[in-house]
């Protein structure tokens, strides 16, 4: 995951932090802190930070 694709998906859930139980939103301000550091996260919290986007951010495709 690149530095780019990691603060898109941080932004993103920002506006999903309503939906995010304790134990995400304290995981989530901790990508936050990284993120404003500008530090890559490990493998670990890659996969955390990608479960958690695609649980709460929807795709929605256009229909013709």
């Given amino acids: 995951m690149t530095h780019a694709e990691q603060q898109r998906m941080i932004r993103e859930l920002r506006d999903y932090?309503?939906?995010?139980?304790?134990?995400?939103?304290?995981?989530?301000?901790?990508?936050?802190?990284?993120?404003?550091d500008d530090?890559?996260?490990d493998?670990?919290?890659?996969?955390r930070l990608t479960d958690m986007h695609e649980r709460y951010v929807l795709r929605?495709?256009?229909?013709p």
């Fill in 17 to 36: 932090t309503h939906k995010l139980t304790r134990e995400e939103e304290e995981l989530f301000a901790m990508f936050v802190k990284r993120n404003k």
């Fill in 60 to 63: 929605r495709t256009k229909k």
């Fill in 43 to 47: 493998l670990i919290a890659q996969r």
């Fill in 39 to 41: 530090e890559d996260l």
